[in-house]
């Protein structure tokens, strides 16, 4: 039995599992397919987000005697989009990592020639991206934009700043290759 504090009396663990299966059954996938869209499909975050949102409801179950699992598929969409804010807060604060091997070579910060040669680089190869590309680039990276904010700044929706973002990347990794082969 699990004791419920300040709560109306006692349920068996064995029923809030049963009730936890049967929202797990009834809500998993639509709630991942939802959590997906709301990180711009990063399915493997939204899976633990998901986890998570279902971990919170185990407890709820534990706690509360609720008779309708289906009453609480508002609750789980709620619980999970906090967790997604949660998230997107957490990752804007912290910075990104990034291991050495995907840096490639890194000049020596005593080197200004070397420097100077890799920026030269990096402004050639972002004059030959579309206009569109380069400015949500160096919005992003130079002038550290969010997404939003260059939405807001250009008059585009978000989800066009986040495409040309990928693709104007796409395009300057092939511009540098480029110049480098």
Request: without cysteine; charged residues 25%.
């Amino acid at each position: 039995m699990v004791v419920v504090p300040g709560g109306s009396g006692r349920q068996p663990a064995h029923m809030a599992e049963d009730k936890l299966a049967r929202l797990h059954a009834s809500f998993r996938e639509p709630l991942t397919g939802y959590v997906t869209g709301l990180l711009f499909g990063d399915r493997p975050t939204a899976e633990d987000i998901v986890q998570e949102t279902f971990t919170r409801a185990w407890r709820h179950l534990s706690q509360h005697d609720v008779t309708d699992v289906a009453v609480l598929r508002p609750w789980l969409y709620t619980v999970a989009r906090h967790l997604v804010i949660d998230t997107l807060r957490a990752r804007r604060v912290r910075p990104s990592e990034v291991t050495m091997d995907k840096l490639g070579p890194v000049a020596s910060t005593n080197d200004d020639v070397a420097r100077m040669v890799e920026t030269d680089r990096m402004h050639r190869a972002l004059l030959k991206l579309s206009p569109d590309h380069r400015t949500v680039l160096i919005e992003l990276y130079f002038h550290d934009r969010s997404f939003e904010e260059i939405a807001q700044r250009h008059g585009i929706p978000v989800g066009t700043v986040r495409s040309r973002s990928h693709y104007a990347k796409r395009a300057l990794r092939t511009v540098l290759d480029e110049q480098s082969g």
